[in-house]
């Protein structure tokens, strides 16, 4: 393993909570981009309609091959989060927001426009898989929720921002083509941004670089201990000092030493959880278990194709474990990403415009500032939705989404049927507000909670894959179904159907590390937050608390032995 100069002393370091603006904004950058794209289009399909000769499915086409880009990009993004790690891959995905971008900018019909979408698409598939994942990953257990949501947030942002030059380029020749130009410079900056932030130190101990897990540890919490935290009574109580790590001193920051006692440990636990869960069922239960082996753990880079099929393999198995955590977080995934997606949560703020223009608005500066109007209730809701997602929780949340948000869709729809433009706006503003505010939230955070570290890249990658198919096919029917007897009903019982789901099937996770949730998926999502004692002496080695036995074998380890030693143990 390589060497590198020992990390800053420690009064260089920024604060902890300038560490975490850092890390979100700048690993946000990709959501801004993704929620311009989605924003600007909209405004832009009248005057984009009469240089290309839109017609109603030509103007689907358009919209709903962005969402066919982000489908492969989530699966390209998910292999990438393993192969090269978390912040390469939010790095990467600069490269498809500014090839699609020129690619539209020169399209001279709807073909040449539809494969600048797609390209596009694919920027926003990767970010969107990686940027959520590595806030996650980064982020305490307390403010999880909050710092994931700053994601829509970004989304959010974009989308005003786009609404906003929609209307300032409504009245120009072309004006679409300069709208697509926009883009371009967070775009290039993305990159750039990456360079200040470290990687994901989950995604280093996956790979056994402990030296480099440590240095990403001290970078994100910054100079000062967490709220609470007291050398004399750390959260490891038998891992109050570590001599050295894999060549690195960092006896003089503690609370680093305990926060990767912590990844670590719960990491050790839930493996042998799921060990011995494989043992009990195997045919002969006297036979030894298989010794642990993390993935890429020999080598720094693994090719992205490579990753793809080992992905694919992943779903496999996931998808064959039977009742495992993992496979019902992956199940529990994409069905959030179904009714996500399938109530026409994004199409009504994309079509909004068309929406009006069917009630009798003819303006297009008055359709302009109804999309305005939409576009900051979902600003607004995703505020909501930011503070309340670590206060009230995640199940709260989806549950007033679901069914408020049937009840306003179900009077939109009223409103659309009727051509009443005063039900139209009030209820599409009510209804972006509530989805935004729970669903539009709450998916990002629990679609990044419901893996194992080994796993997120192919298990969210596939979630967020089939939210944008879902998308896509939303968004290729919306127009064609808003005209026809049906009106916009079916999406109001799509809504209603997802509180039956949430009732019935996702667990609260606010307030557990990301192991912790694994363990109640395991248990199967019941109440409690935390494990009991004899729950986790049923999965320790020795029958004490696992975590105090683990730390000990890791500070051993860590203060005898290499890495790899330490990842050698079963």
Request: overall charge neutral.
């Amino acid at each position: 393993m390589s060497t590198s100069s020992p990390p800053p002393p420690l009064a260089t370091l920024p604060s902890r909570r300038a560490m975490a603006v850092r890390s979100v904004v700048l690993a946000s950058l990709g959501g801004l981009l993704f929620g311009y794209d989605l924003g600007f289009v909209g405004g832009a399909l009248d005057s984009m309609g009469s240089d290309l000769e839109l017609t109603t499915v030509g103007k689907e086409g358009v919209v709903a091959s962005a969402k066919f880009g982000a489908a492969f990009g989530s699966l390209l993004g998910g292999a990438t989060l393993v192969a090269l790690g978390r912040r390469t891959s939010i790095a990467l995905s600069a490269l498809p927001y500014t090839v699609g971008p020129a690619i539209m900018l020169v399209a001279p019909n709807v073909y040449v426009m539809v494969v600048g979408r797609w390209v596009t698409g694919l920027g926003v598939g990767i970010s969107s898989v990686a940027s959520p994942c590595y806030l996650c990953e980064t982020a305490t257990p307390e403010a999880r929720g909050t710092l994931v949501a700053c994601y829509e947030v970004a989304i959010a942002v974009g989308f005003l921002v786009a609404t906003a030059t929609d209307y300032a380029f409504s009245n120009v020749s072309h004006g679409w083509r300069y709208l697509v130009c926009i883009g371009l410079p967070p775009a290039v900056a993305l990159p750039l941004a990456m360079v200040a932030l470290p990687e994901s130190p989950r995604w280093l101990i996956m790979r056994g670089e402990m030296r480099r897990a440590l240095r990403a540890i001290e970078w994100l919490r910054g100079a000062s201990p967490p709220p609470g935290w007291d050398a004399h009574t750390p959260r490891r109580p038998t891992a109050t000092q570590i001599p050295a790590v894999d060549g690195v001193d960092v006896s003089h920051c503690t609370w680093v030493n305990d926060e990767l006692l912590e990844i670590w440990d719960s990491v050790e636990r839930f493996e042998r959880m799921q060990q011995l869960s494989s043992d009990s069922r195997a045919s002969d239960p006297a036979a030894p278990a298989p010794p642990r082996h993390l993935p890429f753990s020999s080598s720094a880079w693994y090719s992205t194709c490579g990753a793809l099929l080992s992905n694919a393999r992943a779903v496999a198995r996931l998808l064959r474990t039977g009742a495992g955590p993992e496979r019902r977080g992956l199940l529990i995934a994409c069905t959030l990403a179904f009714f996500n997606q399938m109530c026409a949560s994004t199409s009504i703020i994309v079509y909004v415009q068309e929406l009006a223009h069917l009630a009798g608005v003819t303006s297009s500066a008055s359709r302009n500032l109804i999309a305005s109007a939409v576009a900051a209730s979902k600003l607004v809701g995703v505020m909501f939705g930011l503070w309340a997602v670590d206060r009230l929780g995640r199940r709260p949340l989806l549950l007033f989404g679901s069914s408020v948000g049937a009840a306003a869709l179900l009077v939109l729809a009223v409103g659309s049927s009727l051509g009443n433009v005063a039900l139209l706006v009030t209820f599409a503003c009510a209804f972006t507000f509530t989805f935004y505010s729970s669903w539009g939230t709450v998916y990002w955070v629990l679609s990044s909670e419901l893996f194992t570290t080994e796993t997120r890249g192919a298990g969210q990658g596939l979630a967020t894959a089939l939210l944008y198919i879902f998308g896509s096919t939303s968004s290729m029917m919306f127009l064609s179904v808003a005209k026809s007897a049906m009106g916009l009903y079916p999406f109001a019982f799509v809504m209603l159907m997802s509180l039956v789901f949430v009732f019935l099937c996702v667990p609260e996770t606010r307030g557990l590390t990301l192991e912790e949730v694994m363990e109640k998926l395991a248990v199967g999502g019941g109440g409690a937050t935390k494990w009991t004692d004899n729950e986790l002496a049923a999965v320790s080695e020795d029958g004490q608390p696992t975590s105090e036995g683990d730390s000990s074998r890791l500070v051993a380890a860590g203060a005898t032995s290499s890495t790899s030693a330490v990842y050698s143990k079963t």
